[in-house]
T-cell receptor, first 113, second 114 residues
C-alpha cells in the first residue's frame, strides 16, 4: 500500500514555512524524501531510519515517528527554489532488506514571490 | 560521468506494438529500478534488480518484462503495449555499499500508447 501524503498541494509565499506529512499503514523501517521539479527526475533529499536521529540540512529537516508510522518534512523560510513535488518513499524491515521503496502520491509545493 | 541515462526520451506506440526501454548507468551501481509515474499516483515500482543476472517484481509488474544481462544496463520490455501503459518511465540506480541509500534517477522516458 502506498503511504499517504498530506497536504496534496500547498501554495506559500517566499519566506513562509511548510510541513509535509507522510503516513503509512505498515510498521516502517525507513522513510526517504525526494523532490521533483516539473519535467525533471526526482532528486534525493534525505533518509530517516528507525531508531535514527532527526535529519536536516540548511532549512529542510525531517522527523520520523516510529510509533505513529509517520514522517514529516519541514521547510523553513521557503525559497523559490523549493518549488516542486515532494515524495516520501517508505519501506518496512522486509522491503528495506530487499532494497524496495513504496512511494507516496506526492505533495505539490508552489512558492510565490 | 553521464550518471543514469535512458533511451529513448519520447516514444509513441500503437496498441499491440512492442518496444524496449534502455537504462544505462556508468557508476558501477549494483541495484537498478524501473518506475512508472502517472498523474496523481506518484512513482510505482515495476521491476528491480539487485545485481547482474537477477530481477524481481515490484508493485505493478504485469505487462512488463526486464533483463539485466550486464551490470550497467537494465532493459524494460513491453511485449504488447496497451493504452494503460501510457506513462512516464523512470529508471534509477544505487550502489550496494552506501549509507545514504540514495537512488539516482534518469531523466525519464515519456511513452504514449494510442
Amino acid at each position: 500500500q502506498q503511504p499517504v501524503q498530506s497536504p496534496q498541494a500547498v501554495i506559500l509565499r517566499e519566506g513562509e514555512d511548510a510541513v509535509i506529512n507522510c503516513s503509512s499503514s505498515k510498521a516502517l523501517y525507513s522513510v526517504h524524501w525526494y523532490r521533483q521539479k516539473h519535467g525533471e527526475a526526482p532528486v534525493f533529499l534525505m533518509i530517516l531510519l528507525k531508531g535514527g536521529e532527526q535529519k536536516g540540512h540548511d532549512k529542510i529537516s525531517a522527523s520520523f515517528n516510529e510509533k505513529k508510522q509517520q514522517s514529516s518534512l519541514y521547510l523553513t523560510a521557503s525559497q523559490l527554489s523549493y518549488s516542486g513535488t515532494y515524495f516520501c518513499g517508505t519501506s518496512d524491515w522486509k522491503d528495506f532488506g530487499n532494497e524496495k521503496l513504496t512511494f507516496g502520491t506526492g505533495t505539490r509545493l508552489t512558492i510565490i514571490p | 560521468n553521464a550518471g543514469v541515462t535512458q533511451t529513448p526520451k519520447f516514444r509513441v506506440l500503437k496498441t499491440g506494438q512492442s518496444m524496449t526501454l534502455l537504462c544505462a548507468q556508468d557508476m558501477n551501481h549494483e541495484y537498478m529500478y524501473w518506475y512508472r509515474q502517472d498523474p496523481g499516483m506518484g512513482l510505482r515500482l515495476i521491476h528491480y534488480s539487485v545485481g547482474e543476472g537477477t530481477t524481481a517484481k515490484g508493485e505493478v509488474p504485469d505487462g512488463y518484462n526486464v533483463s539485466r544481462l550486464k551490470k550497467q544496463n537494465f532493459l524494460l520490455g513491453l511485449e504488447s503495449a496497451a493504452p494503460s501503459q501510457t506513462s512516464v518511465y523512470f529508471c534509477a540506480s544505487r550502489p550496494r555499499r552506501d549509507t545514504t541509500y540514495e537512488q539516482y534517477f534518469g531523466p525519464g522516458t515519456r511513452l504514449t500508447v494510442t
